[in-house]
């Protein structure tokens, strides 16, 4: 089983529409989580964190279920500039560990 | 500068010669990573750098491969003797060490191009 996991689509969805992207993580002792974004030929860029507690920022939300080992990005009144690539990233341990990539999942939002 | 910085951005070497990229990260990060993507792929861990502490070299793919960090600053990733498949983007990162403030900025990458 692969260290992380996500569906790497694409989902393909009308602007102004609600997508939900889900990313299962094996290794339970797993401390941190982020998402990040990549665009075509570029490097990938910090979307934001994932908190126990869940987070927004924006039109974006982030959440984490602990006992199920996922975590989830909710992108509300999709714009065309959200076309990308999502991907997961997880940190197995709290302390100086590296950071493990999901392949990723593609977004297009068209007109 | 501000950001993680690479460089070259881009190189073309024949197959077989020795290449070496480098990445300059932010000012007061003491984790450093390499990844490579190849065209279409996802994020393939090579190495990773914390403070002084030995690397994370698990995910050099050969001997061929090695990298090393200057001073706990600069770091090299250096290919000997390459081969086509090497081509490839080389990404560095660059974070803070401690738990959920490890968040990673990347830079603009090299891109590898053998023939």
């Known amino acids: 089983r692969k260290e992380v996991e996500q569906d790497p689509g694409p989902f393909n969805v009308p602007e102004g529409a609600t997508v939900a992207f889900n990313c299962t993580y094996s290794?339970?002792?797993?401390?941190?989580f982020f998402w990040y974004r990549q665009d075509c030929r570029k490097e990938p860029k910090l979307l934001m964190s994932?908190?126990?507690s869940g987070n927004e920022d924006g039109r974006f939300t982030a959440q984490l279920n602990r006992a199920s080992q996922y975590i989830s990005l909710l992108i509300r009144d999709s714009k065309l500039s959200d076309s990308a690539t999502y991907l997961c990233?997880?940190?197995?341990?709290?302390?100086?560990?590296?950071?493990?990539f999901g392949a990723g999942t593609i977004l297009r939002v068209k007109s | 500068g501000a950001g993680v910085s690479q460089s070259p951005s881009n190189k073309v070497t024949e197959k077989g010669k020795d290449v070496e990229l480098r990445c300059d990260p932010i000012?007061?990060?003491?984790?450093l990573y390499w990844y490579r993507q190849s065209l279409g792929q996802g994020l393939e861990f090579l190495i990773y750098?914390?403070?002084?502490?030995?690397?994370?070299k698990s995910g050099l793919p050969s001997d061929r491969f090695s990298a090393e960090r200057t001073g706990g600053s600069v770091s090299t990733l250096t290919i000997q003797r390459t081969q086509q498949e090497d081509s490839a983007v080389y990404l560095c990162?660059?974070?803070?060490?401690?738990?959920?403030?490890?968040?990673?900025?990347f830079g603009q990458g090299t891109r590898l191009t053998v023939v």
């Open positions: 990162a660059s974070s803070l060490a401690s738990g959920s403030g490890q968040r990673a900025f």
């Open positions: 290794n339970s002792a797993s401390q941190s």
């Open positions: 994932v908190y126990s």
């Open positions: 990233v997880v940190i197995p341990m709290e302390y100086g560990n590296k950071l493990v």
């Open positions: 000012s007061g990060h003491t984790a």
């Open positions: 750098f914390q403070g002084n502490s030995a690397p994370d």
